[in-house]
Each structure stands twice: as structure tokens, then as C-alpha cells.
């Protein structure tokens, strides 16, 4: 079984799409479980939509939908005040937009018609709980809005009761799930390079140093994630667990994409 599992990164989410051009439209690599968390959701749930067979397909529809985007597709300020509505508001900007182009472009019917194991990873700001949702969920597209929620930036969603917002809090890719999944080979998209030199603007505001520690505080996570798998392993090849050794193989840049993750401009992704 190989699983695909992309991880979080705002507008570096950009890099998987150009890995996947390759990896689907070159390679025509097939997956069975398909597995994201914040923009690595919103990939998954769009590759989601194609049947074994439209890898092709699947890769130029990724690259389409990423080639309409700008910042005015993810978020606009608030009326009238802009960011001084995030006193009395959930956000400092409204993610309307964004939560439009989710609703209006993914196909949870299509998706549950192909058959893959399709998962995304949110967190509950009401319990604190880190909760994945399939593709079989009533709640799947709400999920996927939710976990690409950037904290205190994008506006968390309200379901089932409880307040949603960006899975990356607790964990940047859900390797873990792949593996519960008897995945044997698993396939990770990573948008932060293993070490970077941490530049800084000078004169940060308030929003710039949210984005930022959000954007600092993926990489332990994101190590955590890999180090959960290579323990895995390290049983396996003992005899100490009934799970199979998985091949990992990560795709990662060698330097940092960008500084802002809510930087969509298209001369910024394209890049």
C-alpha cells in the first residue's frame, strides 16, 4: 500500500503542486490513501476527486486551480475596520473567500466514489483535541477548510459543536495516520527545509511575528513527525510490533520558500 502525505505551509503549498507534476504527471505514481493537513489538506481533497488511472488529470486540475489563486482567493480585510474587527472577531482577516473556493471546488461525492483513503487532520480549539476526518465524514470539506485555518490569521470553522481551526498546531504531516493505515511505502511532501537560516523583516508588527512563530514552531513538529515513523521502523526491524517496516521517502526544498505563509501573490507561489 502507498500513501501520499502532504504536509502544512500556507502558500509553500505551492511546492507540492510543482513535486506533484512530477511525481503524478510524470511519474504517474498511484496512491491508495491520500493523507494532508492545512494546505496539504486542500491538495489531497482536490487530488482526491480522480480515480486511479487520472494521475495525469489529477495533477493539471492541482496545478490549475493553484494558478487562479492570489491573496484576494484566500482572505479579504474585515468591513469596515479591517484588523481592528479581530478585537470583537475570530480572526484578523475574513477567510470568506477561501471558504467559497473549498465548497464550490472540491466534490465529496466524487471523492467517496474512487475509493482511496482519504484523510485530513484538524484540531478542536474547544477540547484541544487533534482529530483526523475521512473522506466518509459529513463533515470532510468543513474539516479541510478548518485544518488550512491559519490560527489568529484565517477564521476557524464551527462544527459538530466545537471550533476548528489549523491542524498544523499539533501536527505538520500526518505520517502517523499513513502508517495506522498498513501503508508500506509512504511518499511525504514537506514545504520547510531540514535547517534555514531563520531571517527576519526588521520592524515586525503584530501580524508578522504571528505568522512567523507559527511558521518557526512546524519544524520541531514536523521533525516529531518523522522521528514517530523511524521509531516505528526501529520495532519493526525487531520484532517489537506487529507494524510493517515502511519505506519513507521525503521530497523537501534546501532552503526556505518565504517568509509570509499568507503571501499568495503570484509571483511569489509561481516561484
Not at 489531497?44 to 492541482?62: D, P, W, Y
Not at 515502511?246 to 521530497?251: S, Y
Request: overall charge positive.
Amino acid at each position: 500500500m502507498r500513501a501520499l502525505v502532504l504536509s502544512g505551509g500556507g502558500s509553500k503549498g505551492a511546492y507540492q503542486v510543482g513535486a506533484l507534476k512530477y511525481i503524478l504527471g510524470e511519474k504517474q505514481v498511484i496512491y491508495d490513501a491520500l493523507c494532508g493537513v492545512s494546505v496539504g489538506a486542500i491538495n489531497v481533497a482536490f487530488l482526491a476527486m480522480f480515480k486511479t488511472g487520472q494521475e495525469i488529470e489529477a495533477s493539471n486540475t492541482l496545478s490549475e486551480m493553484w494558478s487562479q489563486l492570489d491573496n484576494s482567493k484566500i482572505y479579504k480585510r474585515w468591513f469596515p475596520f479591517g484588523r481592528w474587527h479581530a478585537i470583537w472577531k475570530k480572526s484578523f482577516f475574513d477567510s470568506s473567500p477561501l471558504n467559497n473556493l473549498l465548497k464550490t471546488g472540491i466534490n465529496i461525492d466524487r471523492i467517496r466514489a474512487n475509493g482511496k483513503q482519504v484523510n485530513v487532520g484538524t484540531v478542536s480549539l474547544s477540547s484541544g483535541k487533534y482529530t483526523i476526518f475521512d473522506q466518509t465524514s459529513d463533515h470532510f470539506i468543513d474539516a479541510v477548510i478548518a485544518s488550512a485555518s491559519f490560527p489568529g490569521m484565517l477564521t476557524p470553522v464551527e462544527f459538530l459543536g466545537q471550533l476548528w481551526t489549523d491542524g498544523g498546531i499539533k501536527e505538520i504531516s500526518p505520517i502517523k495516520k499513513a502508517v495506522e493505515l498498513g501503508a508500506d511505502i509512504i511518499d511525504v511532501i514537506i514545504c520547510n527545509p531540514q535547517t534555514r537560516v531563520k531571517k527576519f523583516i526588521e520592524n515586525p508588527t503584530t501580524v508578522d511575528v504571528l505568522k512567523r512563530s507559527m511558521d518557526l514552531s512546524t519544524d520541531k513538529i514536523m521533525a516529531n513527525d518523522i522521528e514517530k515513523v523511524e521509531m516505528y521502523n526501529i520495532l519493526a526491524q525487531n520484532g517489537l510490533t506487529e507494524k510493517k517496516y515502511v519505506q519513507l521517502n521525503i521530497v523537501r526544498p534546501d532552503v526556505n520558500l518565504i517568509e509570509d505563509l499568507l503571501d499568495f501573490r503570484p509571483e511569489k507561489y509561481r516561484k
